[in-house]
């Protein structure tokens, strides 16, 4: 069964892109397997982001988070109570990430049950600019570094629950 990796963020709005330029960048460069599909530039929310990942077994969100409990740059597997950090998993206008899947899983039947967000911590969602900040970018190898780690730890786990 298959998983899909995908980077969430506004790719104008600075930090608010890194999950994006993160996925982008293990995308171009590093491997990952052949059950693993890649999703790299998504802006979207709630009932549209779920609509993109129906039908698979494992989805790994990478997307920008402001909590101010960890320094900037610091990458963490979120347990399912603390996504709401995750900022692309809230769409003010419509629903949020777990009101989505709660009415997606009413009406189909191949919602995946494995949904996992990894978070990384930036200063400023709202910065308009296609760059990343400083701050970020001089961390950004070992940002991808962790985050390459634990998709490849993930999707390894799912492997072997499934063998």
Excluded: C, W
Excluded at 81 to 95: E, I, K, V
């Amino acid at each position: 069964m298959k998983s899909v990796i995908i980077g969430l963020g506004n790719p104008i709005v600075g930090d608010d892109a890194v999950g994006i330029k993160v996925v982008e960048y293990i995308r171009d460069t590093l491997s990952l397997p052949s059950y693993a599909d890649v999703m790299a530039d998504i802006s979207i929310a709630g009932v549209g982001l779920v609509e993109l990942f129906r039908g698979y077994k494992q989805v790994i969100l990478i997307d920008s988070i402001q909590s101010g409990a960890f320094p900037i740059g610091t990458v963490k597997l979120l347990a399912p109570d603390q996504f709401s950090l995750a900022l692309h998993t809230s769409d003010y206008h419509n629903m949020d990430l777990f009101t989505a899947l709660e009415f997606s899983n009413q009406m189909y039947d191949d919602i995946p049950e494995e949904i996992k967000i990894i978070g990384i911590e930036i200063i400023s969602p709202i910065e308009f600019s296609d760059e990343l900040s400083t701050d970020i970018s001089k961390k950004f190898e070992d940002i991808v570094d962790e985050v390459y780690k634990i998709i490849t730890q993930e999707l390894e786990m799912e492997i072997n629950q499934t063998i």
